[in-house]
């Protein structure tokens, strides 16, 4: 690995990826550990037409940066003025081949210059069930908290679609588990933290391969 720094300061990680030819490229975006993320590599690590290429990130401490060095992923820092303007994100992402964006708790608002450049090809987990739990501010714990507080029988994953508003794009899979009056809102995200790894790389396949 080695960083090469930018002339606004900006350090960009770079890692050697194993060499493979890769017919759809997809690029991962992640603000946190990066577990979804790690989980999607590893699903098409044997894959001959699909894999993940790229993984960005608008946190400098994000568990995420030390998982794609891991897995020997090119990876970037962005600030989160770059991904707001889109454009720097966009030339990264043209200069990668990337085929398919997917956010793996990825923080921010993906803004419309980079939705329409992708069209229908971004892809999101949302922790519940939407339109339930859903729009902004309601990421992470808030979304676990807010299911105990509504006294909800059930929660569950959402995969959809990203378009310019928080949590309203088309809804391609949604799958759920039970909520009992004992649970906790640290309970219930283990349940959903487990179809998460379950589902989404399945889902994200089945998508891009269409």
């Not at 003025?81 to 043209?94: D, I, K, S, Y």
């Not at 004992?182 to 391969?209: G, I, M």
């Amino acid at each position: 690995m080695h960083s090469i720094p930018t002339t606004n300061g900006l350090l960009i990680y770079t890692f050697t990826a194993k060499k493979k030819h890769i017919m759809i490229k997809i690029a991962v975006w992640a603000s946190g550990s990066g577990s979804n993320a790690e989980n999607i590599a590893n699903y098409f690590a044997d894959s001959e037409d699909v894999g993940v290429a790229y993984i960005l990130t608008n946190n400098p401490k994000a568990g995420v940066i030390e998982r794609a060095q891991r897995l020997g992923i090119p990876h970037q820092v962005f600030t989160n003025t770059q991904f707001r303007e889109g454009t720097p994100v966009l030339n990264a992402m043209e200069r990668a081949g990337i085929d398919w964006v997917v956010l793996g708790g990825f923080m921010r608002l993906v803004p419309a210059n980079v939705v329409a450049a992708f069209p229908g090809k971004i892809i999101n987990i949302h922790p519940a069930l939407l339109p339930r739990q859903g729009g902004k501010g309601m990421y992470g714990h808030h979304v676990h908290e807010a299911v105990v507080a509504a006294r909800d029988s059930e929660s569950g994953i959402t995969i959809h679609e990203v378009n310019e508003v928080y949590d309203e794009g088309q809804i391609l899979f949604q799958a759920s588990c039970p909520v009992t009056p004992e649970d906790t809102p640290q309970t219930v995200e283990a349940k959903v933290r487990a179809l998460e790894q379950q589902y989404y790389p399945e889902v994200v396949a089945s998508v891009v391969r269409k």
